[in-house]
């Protein structure tokens, strides 16, 4: 089985087990991502393809690592002008590994999802409880006292 994913302005052919390299991705090493923009999903009975996106499709990854690419340099000139300038550059790109690809992955992320989404909310309970505990009256501080200007 195979998919089409696109992420970053790309796109990637991926099957399950490859090693991609992307545009920067938000995650930390040994998570998983959830990449839910597919385009195509193929397998030995036929090839489906989404107008511009399928539904309820989802490939699941690894990050493996988050490093620099290669330096690609950027040169500029202007011919008969004494005009050259000479830059570098390296992207900040992430490695991935495909763990999953279809309706199955994107179940396995939709439960992984909700029970994301339960724990905060119970710990978003616990600070309401707190907050409502600080809004006891606070002492004020004692007036200054005035003092008396003499004229000079």
Known sequence: MFAVVKTGGKQ??????DVIK??????????S???????????????????PLLKDVSVTAEVLEQ???KKIVVFKKKRRQN?????????EITVLRVTGIGK??????????EEKAAAPAKAAKAPA????AKEAPAKKAPAKKATKKTAE
């Open 12 to 17: 990637y052919r991926v099957t399950e087990g």
């Open 104 to 113: 199955a992955a994107a179940k396995k992320t939709e439960a992984k999802a």
């Open 33 to 51: 991502i959830v990449l839910g923009d597919v385009l195509m999903l193929g397998d030995d009975k036929g090839v489906k393809v989404g107008e």
């Open 129 to 132: 409880k707190k907050a409502e």
């Open 67 to 69: 490093k620099k690419d």
């Open 83 to 91: 005009y050259r300038r000479k830059r570098g550059h390296r992207q």
């Open 22 to 31: 992307v545009e920067k991705l938000d995650g930390e090493t040994g998570k």
